[in-house]
């Protein structure tokens, strides 16, 4: 790795973070490099699923790849990094955590952290400041074997009651020198690590702004209409090298799906980006075109024509 004081580039973060996952035992998909993609790659290890984004600078992160990254950890269940380095022309902090339209995005370091020592960041960047997120439940168990009541504690904190009984039911978070304040009253160690890799929960207004992506194709569009009306449940992308995830609920099996174009460049290393990636996150890779001149080996391919005439889910997992 870099030493301290260099500044790496983007290919430079980017084949650390790999390194790092690997020496921590995640299995890896191929890197995408056939266009610009909102993830670089995606890292499992047991239950752990994660797409990851390497970009140097947290102020240059567009909405558009956050927005694909929060699309694919829904699909999959899993979660999403940026790794970043700097903040226009300074460091940003390790041991911190960082969002970015509602992904995670944290420095080198503290994923050498994470993934090694075992515990996430202890302070997440917020608006107006650096907070942390206080073990509630250990606070009143050592305010009640000391026999101090709420009041007490609250009034040496310099706190109203009020707050901290939002600390103590984890309903509030603190600042880091109100947890230093607590540490020294409790004589405990008060803040508890962040979860990089416990997925964050979408909200409905997320949701329903995923199904309202309109596609410009317009045999993109049939197919995702076909598929919900199988029960599947779809997700377009737009900056991925594929076109859309759907999962059944009826069997579980999830579809990478992506529209084969004739002369499409650099199709053959797309078509392995997409096997790849199947593979990590345990999904069907599937094609589908308007061509009759495309041929692929490594993946199912499904003229329009013969797609038109599926009738339903199983006539579709016939195929494959």
């Known amino acids: 790795m870099t030493s301290a004081g260099e500044e790496m580039n983007r290919t430079e973060i980017l084949d650390n973070v790999e390194s790092l996952f690997e020496d921590a035992g995640f299995h890896l998909s191929r890197r995408c490099c056939t266009k610009p993609h909102c993830f670089d790659f995606v890292a499992r290890r047991e239950d752990n699923l994660l797409f990851t984004k390497v ?18 950890s829904d ?19 390790d041991d911190t955590l960082y969002m970015r339209y509602g992904v995670r995005a944290i420095t080198l370091r503290t994923l050498e952290d994470a993934l090694f020592q075992g515990f996430g960041p202890l302070i997440e960047a917020g608006p107006g400041g650096y907070y942390v997120k206080l073990d509630g439940e250990a606070m009143r168990k050592e305010r009640l074997e000391n026999g101090l009541s709420m009041g007490k504690v609250a009034e040496v904190l ?5 707050t901290l009984y939002g600390y103590e039911r984890g309903l509030a978070k603190a600042s880091v020198l109100t947890s230093y304040k607590l540490a020294s009253i409790l004589g405990i160690p008060v803040v508890e690590p962040l979860d990089l890799f416990q997925p964050i929960a979408k909200t409905e207004g997320f949701l329903a702004t995923a199904r309202r992506i309109i596609s410009e194709s317009r045999f993109l569009r049939f197919i995702i209409e076909k598929l919900r009306q199988f029960n599947f449940t779809v997700f377009q992308l737009r900056r991925a090298p594929f076109d859309f995830v759907a999962r059944s609920p009826m069997n579980g099996v999830t579809l ?4 084969a174009y004739e002369e499409e460049d650099n199709f053959a290393i797309k078509t392995e980006e997409i096997v790849s990636i199947s593979k990590v996150v345990g999904a069907q890779p599937i094609y589908l075109t308007d061509s009759d001149n495309i041929f692929v080996d490594s993946i199912p391919l499904i003229q329009r024509e013969d797609f038109k005439k599926i009738k339903c889910c199983e006539d579709l997992m016939a195929r494959f």
């Open 55 to 72: 970009q140097t600078n947290i102020g240059n992160i567009y909405e558009k790849d956050a927005y694909g990254l929060t699309t694919l």
């Open 75 to 93: 699909a999959f269940h899993a979660t999403s990094l940026f790794i970043c380095e700097k903040t226009r022309n300074k460091p940003i902090e």
């Open 158 to 162: 310099g706190v109203s009651r009020r």
């Open 256 to 259: 990478i799906g992506a529209i």
